[in-house]
């Protein structure tokens, strides 16, 4: 996905999704549009394309989702690590990423978790390790940093008063122990990590 615009519009109703992303794709020409359902029970449009188009396609959801939108997001320059992780790229584990420093910032939706992390990467020196979003998390977003400790200090400062009505949580943690690195950057599920031999 190359871009220049993304937009997120996430509703309590899937009728109400369903037929709002059928509007945003009728009224302006975006360039790809991904929709569908997340837990817990929440559904998704999301839209990519030029600026314009993206923003009219924006108003057609709005209007015709009322009042099932529960949160959207318009970034008309989305920053490249987040577009990124959300194709699923994530920071392969290792020293480096456990040695410094790990940056949570934990949102009520996954509008403003991604938010957040175009925010973060864009206001300090920081790579997002992961965007985890919806599924899993009971709709919420997690926007996971590394990087020096000043640095990500400033990157869940910045990402966190970009969302700051959507703020779950803050967090940083400096060196972050390599085992626990090992459970926070792998699918982060608690029962994926069952794999002991029978006994």
Do not use: C
């Amino acid at each position: 996905m190359t871009a220049p615009a993304l937009a997120l519009l996430e509703f309590h109703s899937i009728a109400a999704g369903i037929e709002a992303g059928d509007a945003m794709v009728k009224r302006a020409p975006v360039e790809r549009i991904l929709a569908g359902t997340i837990q817990p029970g929440y559904y998704l449009v999301l839209v990519t394309g030029e600026v314009a188009d993206v923003s009219e396609a924006v108003d057609a959801g709005v209007l015709t989702g009322g009042e099932a939108l529960r949160d959207r997001l318009l970034l008309p320059n989305v920053h490249p690590g987040v577009v990124a992780a959300l194709g699923g790229a994530r920071e392969s584990g290792g020293e480096t990423a456990a040695a410094d420093a790990l940056g949570i910032v934990e949102t009520e939706t996954v509008a403003a978790g991604i938010l957040a992390a175009d925010a973060g990467l864009k206001g300090a020196e920081v790579r997002l390790s992961q965007l985890r979003l919806g599924d899993g998390l009971g709709g919420k977003g997690l926007a996971l940093f590394t990087g020096l400790v000043s640095d990500v200090e400033t990157a869940v400062a910045i990402g966190g008063d970009a969302v700051a009505a959507h703020v779950v949580r803050r967090a940083v943690i400096a060196r972050l122990h390599g085992e626990m690195w090992e459970n926070v950057n792998g699918s982060g599920r608690f029962g994926d990590h069952f794999t002991w031999p029978a006994v």
